[in-house]
């Protein structure tokens, strides 16, 4: 059975500041996905991430997937309070559509 | 841009009650998710349909059945409501590219009585 954690599940920081979310997950899979989530809002989708070693940067935001380890990060540069929400990484389950998601990180960045 | 509305934002229901909560998409994407949102335990999927009267369970799919009689539209159901199905009740939609990428609805945030 697939499972994936993320760590940490909360994450206070200042502003300017530099950090990491882990993503960890127990099989293979082929597809990894990072998403933002606002109070009270929806998901919205940040990266897709396909094949060992890629990496996608957007804003301060950078992820990367290592399928080898069975791990991708979510790197934060210099935050913001912007950037205050809570992130999901989720997994495709075998060959199937089905998507199975970490437990979320919500990060709080102070002025 | 595509576009996943669900039928209520909020919604309270007494329990015993039959609940239906509505997913619509502009898409024409044949998969479509239904997940529920509770602290600490991130998404959990309830049941997925990848075309018109199709439909599989997903991880926790005891206590609800979904309907799917077009293609735009899939229907949760709760057919009869309990308090521990109190929570938010998001439905997806998903692209047949090679990302598999999911699209989510504002979500319907459900409290039974």
């Known amino acids: 059975e697939l499972k994936v954690e993320q760590n940490p599940l909360f994450l206070s920081m200042q502003e300017g500041k530099n950090y990491t979310i882990y993503c960890n997950y127990s099989?293979?899979?082929?597809?990894l996905y990072w998403y933002r989530q606002d109070p009270g809002k929806s998901l919205e989708s940040l990266f897709v991430l396909l094949s060992n070693g890629a990496v996608k940067q957007e804003g301060r935001l950078m992820a990367s997937l290592d399928t080898k380890a069975r791990l991708s990060t979510l790197h934060i540069t210099a935050a913001v309070h912007d950037l205050s929400a809570t992130y999901f990484c989720a997994v495709r389950s075998g060959n199937t559509g089905k998507l199975i998601f970490g437990q979320g990180t919500t990060l709080q960045v102070k002025p | 841009d595509v576009k996943v509305t669900q039928s209520s934002r909020y919604l309270v229901k007494r329990t015993g009650e039959k609940v239906f909560l509505e997913c619509v998409q502009d898409?024409?994407?044949?998969?479509m998710f239904w997940y529920r949102q509770d602290p600490g335990l991130g998404l959990r999927l309830i049941y997925f349909?990848?075309?018109?009267?199709?439909?599989e369970k997903g991880d926790i799919p005891e206590g609800y059945s979904v309907s799917r009689e077009k293609k735009e539209r899939f229907s949760l159901i709760l057919e009869s409501a309990s308090t521990n199905q109190t929570s938010m009740y998001l439905c997806?939609?998903?692209?047949?590219?090679?990302?598999?990428?999911?699209?989510f609805g504002p979500g319907t945030r459900l409290t039974v009585t």
């Open positions: 349909s990848y075309d018109v009267k199709m439909k």
């Open positions: 898409m024409d994407h044949e998969n």
């Open positions: 997806a939609t998903r692209t047949s590219g090679r990302t598999y990428e999911q699209y």
């Open positions: 099989t293979t899979s082929d597809r």
